[in-house]
């Protein structure tokens, strides 16, 4: 079924169309005003939006079977509505299993950062959320009240503070039966175990030394799973990290995926697309008088158009190689075919933009663009095979 969810975009967020995007995901029973205190620390650097899920605070309720599928969907229909691009996602709890749904799915390339907090890849046992759902639609979300607040906060978090516990609770009472009990039921269904391994995003993972429901353990588990993942245990915090630690956990985000100056953001997206070996012979070419202009064309073309999200790096690739063609640029045109492929744009796809290409830029360019596609898929090709042997 289609799932809507709405967002609240922060009022003081970074106003910068250029800042990333950061998605916040709740858990579940707890509605998006708990991310408020994180959120407040993230402005600066980000365009922040807090999500409700499903019959929490804003989004209307559910009356039909949903999945984590389609609450992923759900968040990039949010993402698109606001301008769409890639963004970075941070979710609690099930807010986490959205963010390795969309990080595992066939929209991964949308995702340009992920934190995981207490979360995994299945949470619990099946029977026990299906027991959740059953208890819920029988007694009401109320009932959960008493074994959410031993399960969800760190024993000595109520006496530390009683107002955040009291509000987070109430949230709880006021969710939509039909709603909590069908996303108890997508849990459930829910198990990425064996796909982690392909996640690309840079993540970090998030773990309360408290939490009994996402034990260390399985965060440390977890994070050893997922390609150059990073883990943080948080001291005497239980299952909502966001709403114990909103400090810490905001300074975990900012630490992970806030920009840095242009250069140094222009330099690190120049490394992704271009390689290392490449960029490292031509910082080690520099003289005195190449210098300002090499950092030029590392902060405005590399930290000031490459790092923006309105389009994947696959179009962007795209959409230099042929204006390439057009300007007759042909070394660079061969550095970004590289680049094309490195971005996952298909050799197939590349003929096709070079056909395209002659169309509008002319039969003899084209014809010099496709001898330079041919070399560079040579080279490519004899990589490929030094890699197998």
């Given at each position: 079924m289609t799932v809507v969810l709405r967002g609240m975009v922060d009022p003081t967020a970074s106003t910068d169309p250029g800042a990333p995007l950061l998605v916040l995901g709740p858990?579940?029973?707890t509605a998006a005003e708990g991310w408020h205190a994180a959120a407040s620390r993230l402005t600066g650097a980000f365009r922040v939006v807090r999500l409700d899920l499903p019959g929490h605070g804003r989004s209307p309720a559910v009356d039909g079977p949903v999945t984590i599928a389609d609450l992923a969907e759900a968040v990039l229909a949010v993402v698109d509505g606001l301008g769409g691009g890639r963004f970075v996602y941070a979710g609690v709890s099930i807010g986490g299993t959205?963010?390795?749904e969309l990080a595992a799915g066939e929209h991964a390339d949308r995702l340009a950062g992920l934190a995981i907090i207490c979360s995994d890849a299945r949470i619990g046992e099946p029977e026990s959320w299906t027991q959740?759902?059953?208890?819920?639609?029988?007694q009401g979300t109320p009932a959960l009240v008493a074994a959410s607040s031993a399960r969800?906060?760190?024993?000595?978090f109520p006496s530390r503070d009683p107002d955040t516990v009291g509000r987070t609770l109430h949230e709880l009472m006021d969710t939509d039966d039909e709603s909590y009990a069908r996303l108890a039921e997508a849990l459930a269904g829910f198990d990425r175990r064996a796909d982690v391994g392909r996640i690309a995003a840079p993540t970090v993972v998030v773990a309360g030394d408290a939490d009994g429901v996402v034990t260390p353990d399985a965060a440390a588990a977890l994070a050893g799973a997922v390609p150059g993942a990073r883990l943080t245990v948080l001291e005497d915090t239980g299952h909502q990290a966001h709403?114990?630690?909103?400090a810490e956990v905001a300074a975990i985000l900012l630490g992970a995926f806030a920009p840095r100056s242009r250069y140094d953001a222009g330099l690190a997206v120049?490394?992704?697309?271009?390689?290392?070996a490449h960029v490292d012979r031509a910082t080690a070419g520099i003289i005195p008088e190449t210098a300002d202009f090499q950092r030029f064309i590392t902060e405005t073309a590399w930290g000031s158009v490459w790092t923006r999200t309105g389009i994947d790096r696959r179009m962007r690739s795209a959409v230099t190689i042929s204006s390439l063609v057009t300007a007759h640029h042909w070394t660079e045109l061969a550095m970004h075919l590289r680049a094309g492929l490195r971005n996952g744009l298909t050799r197939e796809e590349l003929s096709e933009?070079?056909?395209?290409?002659?169309?509008?830029?002319?039969?003899p360019a084209a014809n010099s663009a496709f001898s330079v596609l041919k070399q560079v898929l040579e080279e490519h090709g004899s990589t490929d095979d030094e890699r197998e042997q």
């Open positions: 858990a579940l029973g959205i963010g390795i959740r759902a059953e208890q819920t639609r029988a969800w906060f760190a024993p000595s709403l114990e630690r909103p120049r490394r992704e697309v271009l390689g290392s933009i070079l056909l395209t290409t002659a169309i509008y830029a002319g039969v």
